[in-house]
């Protein structure tokens, strides 16, 4: 990848499954060269999609978790030149009751879902023009605490970020519903009935695809006066 290269460049967290991996081969598809970040998860299938639709593609591979890994991410990202597009959408979903929680699993939990996105839109060279987007949730899901904690203060991070960085940069989050079952249950019957319910409950009683949100990510790249806005893809499930 050249830092010539007259295409504009993207880095996406977490872009080897779900979320990440969709909206990462179809900004590929839009022109973008991308630089992927997994951790553990092998990016294969989206490194494949991404070159297919044209992108020149890196692999970038780092535990958000470490501060000495985000550093490193940032100084290989760097390599490449200057970001056009930020899309943070690495998280970590960990089942956490209240009752439950613990200083190792809140402070795992918000090191990947908080600190990683603010310190990324921090220290990695963004262009003048470009655009960061967080992935956060449309509502608060009592079984998981420590992750709903992670997405609020997020949500207000992507806020506090739009006015710091105008009028150079423009932040804003996508907020996704009911678009995927919870991992481990794609596929299966409960999957389904679990999603059926879930968007039954939901005011249009219409589930948001993935192509949704890739609708959504269009927008945020096309609307140039729009910053500091939280984008519900949800059929209206935040006003439940």
């Known amino acids: 990848m050249s830092a010539q290269s007259p295409r504009p460049l993207a880095l996406v967290t977490g872009a080897a499954v779900r979320i990440g991996a969709a909206l990462a081969g179809h900004l590929a598809e839009k022109g973008f060269d991308l630089l992927l970040h997994a951790c553990g998860s092998d990016l294969t299938a989206t490194r494949n999609a991404c070159e297919q639709a044209g992108a020149t593609v890196r692999e970038l591979r780092a535990d958000l978790s470490s501060g000495e890994e985000l550093a490193e991410l940032c100084r290989q990202a760097g390599e490449q030149g200057g970001l056009n597009l930020l899309v943070?959408?690495?998280?970590?979903?960990?089942?956490?009751?209240?009752?439950?929680?613990?200083?190792?699993?809140?402070?795992?939990?918000?090191?990947?879902?908080?600190?990683?996105?603010v310190l990324l839109t921090r220290q990695l060279?963004?262009?003048?023009?470009?655009?960061?987007?967080?992935?956060?949730?449309?509502?608060?899901?009592?079984?998981?605490?420590?992750?709903?904690?992670?997405?609020?203060?997020?949500?207000?991070?992507?806020?506090?970020?739009?006015?710091?960085?105008?009028?150079r940069v423009r932040v804003n989050a996508?907020?996704?519903?009911?678009?995927?079952?919870?991992?481990?249950?794609?596929?299966?019957?409960?999957?389904r009935a679990y999603m059926r319910a879930l968007v039954e409950s939901t005011p249009l009683q219409r589930q948001p695809g993935l192509a949704d949100l890739t609708l959504a990510l269009d927008y945020l790249l096309a609307a140039r006066t729009v910053t500091g806005q939280l984008l519900f893809v949800d059929g209206g499930e935040h006003l439940t």
């Open 125 to 167: 060279q963004l262009d003048d023009g470009a655009l960061v987007v967080n992935l956060l949730d449309s509502r608060v899901r009592e079984t998981h605490f420590g992750y709903s904690l992670t997405k609020q203060a997020l949500a207000e991070a992507t806020t506090h970020m739009a006015c710091r960085l105008a009028p």
């Open 88 to 117: 943070n959408s690495a998280a970590v979903y960990p089942e956490s009751e209240f009752g439950s929680l613990s200083f190792d699993n809140l402070s795992s939990t918000f090191a990947i879902n908080l600190f990683a996105p």
């Open 174 to 191: 996508i907020c996704p519903g009911p678009v995927l079952p919870p991992i481990g249950m794609e596929g299966t019957t409960d999957a």
